[in-house]
């Protein structure tokens, strides 16, 4: 079974650190069924493929070590020990990534943070993948994750073409991504198109879809497919899954989910506007070098979970007036299963932004993302006071949409916002002049940007704010 990934992202080598496998190298892991090895066919300065190729051993695979019982639907004994396994990508190529490739899937990278958290020109072969479902198949699940899916079915001998096609797809995925949800994924996708796990599934299969699966399985099109396959059609887990993957998309990103934006049809399979918000957000934090950071009105935890995958970020304080929405972020970080030195670096406080609260001075940075247009216009002094005036982190980075764009957005009527609990939305000379007047008044220095592709009369969808605190006398 072989598997490889390449980039163009330059120095392209640094693949390598992603992956924290050294390209000189050739390096073996045990696994339960075999054996996978990683080794680099290239590595340049422009090119770089690291191959993860996973041996099988037939005695291991059968003998069946305490759970991992094999269930492959071969009916007859031999089968058992003569099948595709060795050849075909499946199952056991995904359980060979999430061994070797362990931090790379969780985005974290000592050497390279910064790449690990970029998008960046990727190619992703499988020359021999099982696909129950074909070609097309493939196209369905990888596609709306932004990949371009080239899925050839192979033929079941090319001597005889009238045999018709095998059950095996030659699949090329290209597009720009992070190393880390490619990998995601590989690892929750390479199995679905399988359909034929080789292990009994487990009750905590659940938890490691939903956490492999974070940031794109809820708002997947094909989410039930997926997870269906995923859990090997074991009908509750899978009913628990999607259930929770609902909540997921109801707590996620209110400002995202049922809004207008997140419906609009025919988008490009890029990432959805949440996603580049979010990125642009973390992207600011990084640039300002905050460790220490506050996310308020942090909602049901889509930065929180973001900022959480960081290990620059040492403290990390959500707060939000609403209970429910803290219990929601609460479950979504897992915090009762945390390592503690994970839960430690984690607060949750219910706090309203309109009231000063001595528990939020002297961060170092505080994000209000989609937060400010919640707030009736009347209240929005009572927030400046409290954020810029009282709690005063070195820099703020502040996000709202921007209303002039709103006649691109299909269904949405005139006058009408993109969210039902918004107060009001900005166009981007009312939001540059609370911006500077803001700054101005307790001492901070601004610039205004924006988030998503960019309009030429309209501007971007989403307006960025980053204001940082001048030196105090
Ligand atoms: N920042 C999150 C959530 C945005 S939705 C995200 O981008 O995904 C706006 C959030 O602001 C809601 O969770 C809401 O409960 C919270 N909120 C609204 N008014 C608030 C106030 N006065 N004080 C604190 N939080 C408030």
Redesign the pocket.
Known sequence: MLLTLTTTHRPASDLGHLLVKHPDRVQSFDLPAGTAHVLYPEADEARCTAALLVEVDPLKLAGGRGRRQATTPDAFTLGRYVNDRAYAASSLLSSALAKVFRSALRGESRDRPELAATAIPLTVRVPVLRCRGGAELAGRVFAPLGWAVTATAIPLDEAYPEWGDSRYVDLTLTGTLRVADALNHLYVLLPVLDDAKHYWVAPDEVDKLLRAGAGWLADHPERALITRRYLAHRRALAGEALARLAELRLA?????DDSVESEQPDRAPQASLAVR?REAVLAALRDCGASRVL??????G??LTALVAERRFTEIVG????SQ?LTVAARRLRLDRLPERQRDRIRLWQ????YRDDRLRGYDAAVL???VE??DPP?LPA?EDAVFGHARPATVVVTTPNVEYNVRYEGLGAGRFRHADHRFEWTRAEFAAWVRRVAAAHGYTATVGGIGDEDPELGAPTQLAVLTRKEEA
């Open positions: 996620d990103e209110p400002a995202a918000r996310d308020l009105g942090c909602g049901g889509a930065l707060t939000d007036v609403s929405a706090s309203a932004l309109t993302m989609e937060v919640h707030l209240r927030l």
